[in-house]
């Protein structure tokens, strides 16, 4: 036995209404940018379609119906002994075109009837306020983020679920992976926006991510006003980049990687201003950003509570080319001679969780959450219908003990929430094949499957890691 994590420490699973719900038009719900986007694979890009195409496949029109299945699901957690949950509320939900007059009263019980299964159980719900997706109709009226009108839309829908949702929810993530802005995926994925390649530039993400960001600091302030009790956290995408040698030039490229992709959007959430290192970003990029005189007080004064983060793989970054590539969450990099790699090429470095941690808590000095982790594999059910998933065992185990030593190293962590407990569609393939759960969904890349659930090897030595607070891995 290894030893137990500190008392209180929140263990879970984590996941994003857009991959789980489905649903998609049911109960006055909205299409999203998720519902716009087709399936895809490892190499053919998932495509946004304005128009729905009928011969097209669009995996969050069903994903794996937690609309319909969320008791039997929350059940299923509840049974490997989970005490926090992360979803998101799908924004089209309660507001089913962005600028609506008021919200869809359905879509705010619907989440009302989920918070109650969680209550049965004693799990705290861990909610993210936009988590990969908005109202299409935003992308289409306002061009998405790039549209300063998003913030006050935004701090509309925020305040109505922290009111509705007032005592019940204790944990909020303004947005999901909001640094993702640094890279072209995010300028569709998080800000909305549909851009040609040549269009999609830093400057034009960095002007919407300044909307996103003040948008994130005014919910910030609003939900402290409205319910004292609650915590409001940043949730970043961590891409660990490493220098791919010890020339020079690699440990400054590591260094510039590390402050544009990671903790640019890390210093204005937890610390209220953009850095100081923002001069020489804005000035390579051509960056000038369009700011209101009071856009300077909004941020400083809508620091978080605490720092969430994802935590899947590391990349290295070098100065030099012609060096083999890998390909990664968001981003790739160059392959590290050091570290094995998932079926989908992302690079699996358990000790590199341990050293961002250190990073982001010496850095921060605020509680930190790994919000989401975890393996997508191709699981192929034994002959009985069982999965062997020896291989996410292995992963998860050895980053939960990187996450035990960050501990011990003196890092305050508040939880861990597993990206995907439930087989669920992947965000950036929006494939069902690339498995995350410990828990298996009978539905297939071709929309079919019973959506029958069954649990896998996984689900049982999670609940011994639940049970045991980490120490029986
Ligand atoms: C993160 C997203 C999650 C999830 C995860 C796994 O970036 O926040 O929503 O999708 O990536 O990635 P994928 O689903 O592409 O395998």
Not at 172 to 190: R, V
Request: glycine residues 10%; charged residues 25%; proline residues 5%.
């Amino acid at each position: 036995m290894m030893k137990a994590f500190p008392e209180g420490f929140l263990w879970g699973g984590a996941t994003a209404a857009n991959q789980i719900e489905g649903a998609w038009r049911e109960d006055g719900k909205g299409p999203s940018t998720a519902d716009m986007q087709t399936g895809g694979g490892l190499h053919t890009p998932r495509r946004v379609t304005p128009v729905l195409e009928a011969s097209a496949f669009y995996p969050s029109h069903e994903a794996i119906d937690f609309y319909h299945h969320y008791r039997e699901d929350i059940a299923l957690f509840a049974e490997m002994g989970f005490q926090v949950f992360r979803l998101s509320i799908a924004w089209s939900r309660i507001f089913p075109h962005g600028d609506d007059p008021k919200p869809n009263e359905q879509g705010l019980a619907f989440y009302d009837r989920v918070f109650d299964e969680l209550e049965k159980y004693g799990i705290e719900p861990l909610v993210t306020i936009s988590h990969y997706e908005l109202p299409f109709s935003l992308t289409q009226k306002y061009g998405g983020w790039r549209d300063r009108r998003l913030i006050g839309l935004y701090l509309d829908y925020a305040k109505v679920l922290f009111k509705r949702y007032k005592g019940r929810v204790k944990y909020w993530l303004t947005f999901n992976e909001i640094n993702s802005a640094m890279l072209p995926p995010g300028a569709y994925l998080s800000q909305g926006m549909i851009l040609k390649e040549e269009e999609n530039t830093p400057a034009i993400r960095m002007q919407a991510l300044h909307h996103q960001l003040v948008a994130s600091a005014l919910a910030v302030r609003a939900a402290h006003r409205i319910d004292p009790a609650c915590k409001v956290g940043c949730m970043l995408c961590y891409l660990d980049s490493q220098p791919l040698t010890c020339a020079p030039e690699d440990v400054l490229l590591a260094q510039y990687t590390d402050q544009t992709v990671n903790l640019l959007c890390g210093d204005v959430q937890i610390r209220g201003a953009y850095p100081a290192f923002t001069r020489r970003y804005f000035e390579k990029e051509h960056i000038r950003l369009e700011t209101m005189p009071e856009d300077e007080a909004a941020l400083r004064r809508g620091r978080v509570d605490f720092c969430a983060i994802s935590y899947y793989m590391s990349n290295c970054v070098s100065a030099r080319a012609g060096v083999e590539e890998v390909s990664g969450n968001l981003m790739g990099g160059y392959k590290n001679p050091h570290l094995e790699t998932s079926q989908w090429g992302w690079q699996i470095d358990p000790a590199g969780l341990r050293w961002t941690l250190n990073h982001l808590y010496g850095r921060y000095g605020i509680p930190l959450m790994v919000v989401e982790n975890g393996l997508g594999a191709e699981d192929k059910p034994g002959p009985g219908g069982e999965i062997e998933d020896d291989y996410r065992i292995d992963y998860l185990r050895r980053h939960i003990e990187q996450l035990r030593l960050a501990a011990e190293d003196g890092v305050e962590l508040m939880g861990y929430t597993a990206w995907g407990p439930i087989d669920l569609v992947s965000a950036s393939t929006g494939e069902m094949k690339k498995r995350y759960g410990f828990i298996y969904v009978d539905k297939q890349d071709d929309g079919s499957g019973t959506l029958e659930r069954r649990k896998k090897k996984s689900f049982y030595w999670y609940k011994k890691v639940i049970a045991s607070n980490g120490a029986a891995l």
